[in-house]
């Protein structure tokens, strides 16, 4: 049996590694996301723009993992 | 010895928002076309697993709306976000527990506890079952397989109903409220049975213990509602959206909810970026490296 000494954490450290390995990637924490930016005719993604106002370009694109459940509150 | 865990968190000045895809996308004229150009519902309603039922008791019902399958195909892609069934919450109890005399090598690593039998109880509720509100607990024991995971001589318990705690009857308590905590003494009563069976002198043991709501998921984990995600049925077939660059993933596309699921999911939209001939040579080289 395989077993992941450490707890769950440890398979976020490593996810994160895979992220930045090659200083290409970072991971941003606390970075909450205001908004996913598209061109004026909404058809292609440009990038985001963070709770603090700054915009972020994309470069391939933008992958979205928040939850698809409106929120209603 | 005790501790007292995450009082930290009881400082925080700001909570994050909620979020959703939904929420996320800024232009009205992105959200037209996810909606395959149609008028796009304003105010849409939710859906979920657990209800409380209006017109009596305050009786909890597992409810999966019923919706013709055959319109399903027809559905638009914001029309399958904003009615896809969210699943139940979860109510956690997490426990540091003096480990004085348990023989760990005796013990298993997880154990599943039926609180109303694997049949449940027709008397508790009508439709009761395995999958009834908070009648599957998991408790997990981890130190079994991992003994860092405590300081030695103690263990880490962790006891939960997966997916079957309604939200709506925390929805209207506030966190520091009196009857908030008595709610949460109240419903882990049940997690705290299910450990007592396995451990019998368990609340005897206690260095730390903590209860996570509903309540605590949708803070903390910024889930709509506390939810551990869409229902299956539910899940979107794949992240492709009708804009250019925009790949969703998490919870609510397929393969859905839990952690390597959830990686999968994240893992097929990054590949979804990439060129196909590069996909190519990714496997070439490891084929060379006798990888596959």
Known sequence: MKILLGGLGKVIDALVKGVEKGGVSKVNLRSQVKSIDTTADGKKVLGLTLANGKKIKAKEGVICNAPVSRTYM | MKLTIGAQYHDLKT??????????????????????????????????????????????????????????????????????????????LHLALDAKDLDLDTMEAHYTVMARGLSGDINYEENDGPCGELNMIAVSNPCVIDRTLAPEGYIVVHAYGAGNEPYDIWANLTRTSKDYKELKEKRASILWK???????????????????????????????????????????????????????????????????????????????????????????????????
């Open chain 2, 15 to 92: 909570v994050s928002k909620m979020w959703s895809i939904r929420e996320l996308m800024g232009n009205k004229k992105s959200l037209d076309l996810m909606n395959n150009l149609l008028p796009v519902n304003p105010n849409p309603t939710s859906r979920q697993s657990w209800q409380v039922a209006k017109n009596e008791s305050s009786r909890i019902v597992a409810k999966r709306p019923i919706c013709d399958e055959s319109d399903a195909m027809e559905e638009s892609l914001l029309t399958k976000i904003d009615t896809a069934e969210m699943t139940g919450s979860f109510l956690h």
């Open chain 2, 194 to 292: 299910a450990v007592e069976s396995i451990i019998p002198d368990a609340r005897e043991r206690v260095v730390a213990d903590l209860v996570g709501s509903p309540i605590t998921h949708e803070r903390f984990l910024r889930r709509p509602k506390g939810t551990y995600g869409a229902a299956t049925e539910d899940y979107l077939k794949d992240g492709s959206t009708p804009i250019e660059g925009l790949v969703l993933c998490g919870d609510g596309i397929f393969p859905g909810i839990g952690v390597p699921a959830v990686a999968y999911s994240g893992a097929s939209a990054a590949n979804a970026m990439v060129d196909p001939f590069k996909h190519w040579k990714c496997l070439d080289y490891l084929k060379s490296k006798e990888l596959i």
